[in-house]
């Protein structure tokens, strides 16, 4: 019979490569997946490759802004543990703050429209953000944004302030990560980028490297149809939730983090049809998008048809994912 053995020494753990360290180490390297069946079955003769940004541990392409702003802040020594951060938000940025700041041991609070779906406000809510919910028809008045912000300073003196709209640590993020990984995983074969714009952030930041990697790439937006605009007829029309319409814009009423002279071209969408196209991708590809995803591929499948770009490689990105809308499957 051997001799029992001694108690063990308390021996530091060694970290296994394999193992993550935290939330924060998975934001990122998303996939870029060919929509093969969706070019196929409208015998399309371009290639369309998907940025899926649901990949991201909080389920948005907005991780890399809140993790890009939280990361700036704290080197910029703006915060200390258990601070307050604050910031208007249509939910994936607030869900995204509030996953990166609960890894980091601060506290969130977001101001959201009223008719943002119950899906987002529950997630912060799930984080652990405190929500405030605003009445649309409060955005449809002069400066509603500008009015808005105050209200937050104003309610929030000692929070940080995360500013999505005009941060710069937010295009940054996409500059020096989204743009690179598309680059990379295409083997630098991209003629056009397609996205939707909220801040601005992603299609600034990414539009910029891969620009200056290929001057001759394209950037195509998606934004909101005047018939899915709230109106003061119609202030609870169900837009394309998380983007906005930015061409016949006052400029002092855009988002300064949305970088105008990046893009080429911008091509409306209605709602219903943002819905159906993510319905489609769905059904086609098995790849559960969110209706701004929809929207981008439904002005990729314009483009697609145009004679001019046959044989082109088209990205896409999709922001997040359709579980974030089920409210919204009739
Ligand atoms: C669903 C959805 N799509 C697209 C965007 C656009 O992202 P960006 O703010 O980087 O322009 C957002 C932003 O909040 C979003 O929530």
Known sequence: MSAPSSTPAIVPRRTASSIHQGLTTLIGKTPLVELANIARNRNLDVRILAKVEFFNPAGSVKDRAALGIITAAERAGKLRPGDKLVDITSGNTGIGLAAVAAARGYRTKFYLRSTIGQDKINLLKVYGAEVVLIDNKEFLAENAIETILERIVRENPNAYFTDQRANPANPEAHYTTTGPEIWQDSGGEVDILVSAVGTGG???????????KNPQLRIVISEPADASLPSPERPYAPGIEGVHKVTN??????????????VDEALAVTTE?????????????????????????NVALTLAARPENAGKTIVVIFPDSGERYLSYVE
């Open 273 to 297: 049809i943002a819905l159906e196209t993510a319905s489609a991708i769905a059904r086609e590809e098995g790849i559960l998008a969110g209706m701004s995803s929809g929207a981008s591929l």
């Open 249 to 262: 814009i006052e400029p002092s009423h855009l988002p300064a983090n949305f970088h105008a002279g990046v």
């Open 202 to 212: 992603s299609v600034s930041g990414t539009g910029r490297y891969l620009k200056e």
